[in-house]
RNA sequence: AGGGGUGUCGCCAAGCGGUAAGGCACUGGAUUUUGAUUCCAGCAUUCGUAGGUUCAAAUCCUGCCACCCCUGCCA
């Protein structure tokens, strides 16, 4: 018996203990009508997870019941998006491939006298389905014989009626507080062409009722879905009864994910796209996986963050800092560092040869436990960033400054003796001196000096545009910045080593932090001056 | 208003009658050639609220309050 983390798990223990079940089954079903985002991932990890931890199945379940909305390039996205975390599903099924077993099924309802053919437009079964608190009022073809509304239903298939004309209803309870199980409809005449069965169907089951089939007929146990669909179980359980599934699978809810700052709506996402706001739904703006990928986030540390914020059935919003705390860690662990430098700044070290050069030991990522090492060349011109330079320093500034010491990473300290401006008063190179005897390593100079600041060396330089990204705002928070733009894109000069951008926080009100080439730079808000800097990029950000 | 749910630290979240885990965030302090990392310490006398049962309640009972979902031939 495995230990639960959660109350799923803690179900499946007592089934499993129990005898109800001896395994279990899982699916992931989402509509192929978009891609997925953040919160698929959840249901990913939470599905899969009970795979891995029971040593069960657990299917990728397309549930294609609305072909109006669906297409291949959906479902071709998910099966990428899915490979990209890394699970593996024992089968890959679509509501589509049980089109005519359910079919089968809806036939057995009406012999059983549980379904029925109804005339009644969609406006007026609306009109009769009752209020919230009020009764709906009886279909007055509720009645129909066995036979005719075999015969009906029959015609409804061969495309007898027009769309809307007829439907096919359960027969359970206008009078129930539930409304869904006022006389739900479970099949509709539709002619649209599906992705996968073409215009062999003229009518298709509804959700309601396919589900349920489906599940049962993959042999699935423990059927998980979000909390809206609480109010469906009841109806989700009639199926199962009526007709007899054994073992039936069981219907779970747990509540989505919600996380501070980000639009998950598949509607606006899909407007998003549609409207151009976005490049597409693999901006690296948008929430989707698709997106997430080309931000740079890596797959291990998107699941770490599903598994570390569980599952509950209460309502919540996960802070955007949980996520960037997983990547970060990911990243700390598994980055390879390289230096860059976003906004170059010419260094010239006066007192180094003309023609002289090092090559210096860089580790690839100095928690690994077989250290690689990468060479970097010192020489008398270098770049380091113009954001680690201050022509006016706030108190504790620890990076360069005119006449102050810095240390250049693994390198040599040096200190800016003069300034170089162009002709609107700008600083174009600076003019240092280096401590000959202060070489990372070997450092006898006893100067003590707390900033250590990257840098790039000119001859080896490669350009890679960098690029910055905010995250897509909700707009009820931020009021007229809805789609939030791109933020400043920047040439930058990249030494030695991959880089994958990606901009970690937009969280004004914390920190903030971003990773340039794998490396971290984590500045506080109580410092003044990373505070304006906040402020500029927000500005950016507004544009 | 009828039905279905949920309320435990700023944010997630364990707990299932025996006297409040953990993570994120935050705050101190130590190490540090990344203002990172790492480390150590601190961070709910209290579990939406008011009563009740009990030797004992976040856990059981009752009332109240707040929030979420439901009136698609969407999923």
């Known amino acids: 018996m495995v230990e639960a983390t959660n109350f799923i798990e803690q179900i499946i223990n007592e089934e499993l203990s129990s005898g109800k079940v001896n395994g279990t089954y899982t699916r992931f079903p989402p509509e192929p009508n978009g891609y997925l985002h953040i919160g698929h991932a959840k249901s990913l990890c939470l599905n899969f997870g009970v795979k891995e931890k029971y040593n069960g199945k657990c299917n990728l379940f397309l549930d294609d019941t609305n072909p109006s909305k669906e297409k291949e390039e959906f479902e071709q996205a998910i099966k990428k998006d899915i490979e990209w975390l890394g699970f593996s599903y024992d089968e890959v099924t679509h509501a589509s491939d049980y089109y005519e077993q359910i079919y089968q099924f809806a036939v057995k309802e009406i012999e059983l006298g549980n379904a029925f053919v109804c005339d009644m437009s969609p406006e007026e079964i609306s009109a009769n389905r009752g209020t919230l608190t009020e009764a709906g009022k009886e279909s007055p073809y509720r009645n129909r014989s066995i036979e005719e509304n075999l015969r009906l239903f029959k015609q409804m298939r061969e495309g007898k009626f027009a769309d809307g004309e007829k439907c096919l209803r359960a027969k359970i309870d206008m009078a129930s507080p539930n409304i869904n199980m006022r006389d739900p409809v479970i099949y509709r005449i539709l002619r649209e062409t599906h992705y996968r069965t073409g215009d062999k169907w003229c009518i298709y089951p509804m959700y309601d009722f396919a589900h349920p089939i489906c599940d049962y007929l993959q042999g699935v146990t423990h059927s998980l879905c979000t909390l809206e669909f609480e109010d469906h179980r009841p109806l989700y359980d009639w199926v199962g009864i009526t007709l007899g599934f054994n ?116 580790d690839i990522n100095p928690n690994e436990e077989i250290k690689r090492t990468r060479k970097v060349t010192f020489s008398k011109n270098i770049f380091i960033d113009s954001d680690d330079f201050s022509l006016a320093p706030p108190p504790k500034y620890f990076r360069l400054k005119k006449d102050g010491y810095v240390r250049l990473k693994n390198a040599y300290i040096i200190k800016c003796d003069d300034i170089v401006f162009d002709k609107d008063g700008n600083p174009v190179e600076l003019l240092c001196s280096y401590v000959p005897e202060s070489k990372s390593g070997s450092d006898t100079s006893g100067i003590k000096c707390k900033g250590v600041i990257q840098w790039v060396e000119e001859s080896t330089c490669i350009d890679t545009e960098i690029r910055q990204y905010g995250y897509l705002l909700k707009d009820e928070e931020y009021p007229g910045q809805d789609f939030g733009e791109r933020m400043n894109e920047n040439s930058v000069k990249i030494f030695n080593g991959k880089v994958e951008p990606y901009v970690m926080e937009n969280d004004f009100d914390k920190a903030y932090q971003f990773l340039r080439t794998g490396y971290f730079k984590r500045l506080k808000l109580k410092d003044k001056e990373i505070l304006s800097e906040i402020v500029s990029l927000k500005d950016n950000f507004n544009k």
């Open 247 to 362: 073992p039936k699978p069981r219907q779970i809810e747990f509540a989505r994910l919600n996380v501070t700052n980000l639009v998950m709506s598949k509607r606006y996402l899909k407007k998003l796209v549609e409207d151009g706001k976005v490049d597409g739904w693999d901006d690296p703006r948008m929430p989707t996986l698709t997106g997430l990928r080309n931000r740079g986030v890596p797959a291990e540390a998107l699941k770490d963050f599903c598994n570390r914020i569980g599952i509950s059935k209460a309502n919540s919003e996960v802070q955007i800092s949980y996520l960037e705390a997983c990547i970060r860690e990911y990243l700390n662990a598994n980055a390879e560092r390289a230096m860059a430098v976003l906004k170059p700044l010419k260094v010239t070290i006066t007192n180094y040869p003309d023609n002289q050069t090092e090559e210096l030991d860089f």
